[in-house]
Nanobody, 127 residues
Framework: QVQLVESGGDSVQAGGSLRLSCEASGYEVGVSCMAWFRQAPGKEREGVGYLDYYGDTVYSKAFQGRTTISKDSAKNILYLEMSSLKPEDTAVYYC?????????????????????WGQGTQVTVDS
C-alpha cells in the first residue's frame, strides 16, 4: 500500500523559506513522475512542479526561480524547497505520485493524473 506523508509546513514571515518533505512508503521515490501541488481556501488545486525518473524538474511560472524539487533516494523522500515566500503562497501543500510512469506529461498539473496523494501540510505566510 502506497503512503505519502508530507511534513515541514509552518507559519513564516513573508520573504522566508521552507523545505517541505514527502516521505513515501510502498513506493520508490524517483522511479515515476512525482509532483507537488497546493490548494488555498476556496481555490482549485494548483500544480507547483514535478520531478521525473530522468531527474528533470519543471515548475509552474508562479514558482520559477524560487522553488526547487529534489529527492533523497536513500531516505525515500521528495522535497520542496521554497524561498521568497509571499502571503499568497498560503495553502495546503500536497505531494502526488503517478503509478508506473517515468515521465510527467505535458499536462502534469492536472491532479487526475496522479494515483497517490498525501494528506497535505499547511503553509502559512504572514505579511
Amino acid at each position: 500500500q502506497v503512503q505519502l506523508v508530507e511534513s515541514g509546513g509552518d507559519s513564516v514571515q513573508a520573504g522566508g523559506s521552507l523545505r517541505l518533505s514527502c516521505e513515501a512508503s510502498g513506493y520508490e521515490v524517483g522511479v515515476s513522475c512525482m509532483a507537488w501541488f497546493r490548494q488555498a481556501p476556496g481555490k482549485e488545486r494548483e500544480g507547483v512542479g514535478y520531478l521525473d525518473y530522468y531527474g528533470d524538474t519543471v515548475y509552474s511560472k508562479a514558482f520559477q526561480g524560487r522553488t526547487t524539487i529534489s529527492k533523497d533516494s536513500a531516505k525515500n523522500i521528495l522535497y520542496l524547497e521554497m524561498s521568497s515566500l509571499k502571503p499568497e503562497d498560503t495553502a495546503v501543500y500536497y505531494c502526488a505520485a503517478r503509478h508506473n510512469r517515468r515521465a510527467c506529461d505535458y499536462n502534469w498539473w492536472v491532479p487526475a493524473q496522479y494515483a497517490h496523494w498525501g494528506q497535505g501540510t499547511q503553509v502559512t505566510v504572514d505579511s
